[in-house]
């Protein structure tokens, strides 16, 4: 109950100290093929224009696009407008998911996939700051070819792996006992997915990625894999929050010259002092009120956005 109570407090002094954001120069749009797409709602605007304006400011290219969560106000869309150069935002009522589950996200992956036959399109989650220079994605932007942030300490410097040797690697005592995460329990059953060998698999993270200009992998690639994927886990479990992680991860892996990025430099934020070479943090939820490291985080970026 105590930590509940402070978690909430943090938020609340968070998303006060985030108010300054509203101070910065706005984002001035570039025409040069490259979109930063969000997924966001009326209760992260604050956070999201930090994480938005954080990146914005290092790469210096791209112009925004949203979907929106079906929440934003049309005082939000003003402040949006505003703040980021009149963005194009699109209602996630509109997005067909075909064969593919609705909800957890998997709108806004299909819209990125959309989007990507154009554009590179950068994935970034409101709840992440930027705080240093970004040289790997800048090269993966110029290079033409997709990154991802990985999803932990233990992924970093491995690489895409074939499914089965995904699977020896990450779990080599087997699946754990007991009722498993959504992402667990796909990743465990990767042995059997049709023509394992042939397919690869990092453990990633949707919340920062990178799909190049034009990828290999669109909707049909989307749809066949959560088909095969419902047929893993069930039906029913299929539809769960983390589905669409998973897809990304596997989409991203099976595409040539994807870069999986350096942990030490872009990661997730899990309690622990990030290294002193973080370059970019993304404050997952179960942590991200448990200090104010986001909160200082944000502060720091917004007076750099001012000066």
Not at 156 to 176: E, I, M, T
Not at 232 to 244: F, I, K, M, P, Q
Request: a negative charge.
């Amino acid at each position: 109950m105590i930590d509940r109570i402070l978690r909430k407090g943090r938020e609340a002094l968070h998303l006060r100290s985030a108010r300054a954001v509203l101070e910065t120069p706005p984002i001035v749009p570039t025409a040069d093929r490259v979109v930063i797409f969000s997924m966001i709602g009326t209760r992260v605007l604050l956070p999201y224009l930090v994480a938005v304006k954080s990146l914005h400011a290092r790469l210096r290219i791209g112009r925004i696009a949203i979907l929106d969560d079906g929440s934003l106000t049309g005082g939000d869309r003003a402040v949006l407008a505003c703040h980021l150069g009149n963005p194009e935002i699109r209602p996630i009522h509109d997005v067909d998911t075909g064969r593919c589950p609705r909800g957890g996200t998997w709108e806004r992956l299909l819209t990125l996939l959309d989007l990507r036959a154009d554009d590179y399109v950068i994935q970034l989650d409101s709840d992440t700051v930027t705080v240093g220079d970004v040289p790997e994605v800048r090269a993966a932007i110029e290079g033409n070819h997709s990154f991802t942030l990985i999803g932990d300490p233990e992924t970093d410097g491995v690489g895409a792996l074939p499914l089965p040797d995904f699977v020896a690697h990450r779990y080599p005592q087997g699946a754990p006992a007991g009722h498993l995460h959504i992402q667990t329990a796909i990743e465990t059953c990767f042995g059997d997915y049709p023509d394992a060998a042939g397919h690869r698999y990092v453990r990633g993270c949707s919340g920062f990625t990178g799909f190049a200009r034009g990828g290999p992998s669109g909707r049909p690639e989307a749809e066949a894999f959560s088909q095969a994927g419902a047929v893993l886990v069930g039906a029913d479990r299929w539809t769960e929050w983390g589905t669409e992680q998973v897809a990304s991860s596997f989409l991203l892996s099976n595409e040539p010259g994807m870069t999986p990025l350096p942990y030490s430099r872009y990661l997730n934020y899990w309690n622990e002092a990030p290294d002193p070479d973080a370059r970019f943090l993304h404050f997952v939820g179960t942590h991200r009120y448990s200090t104010a490291e986001y909160r200082h985080r944000s502060a720091q970026e917004i007076a750099k956005l001012r000066a």
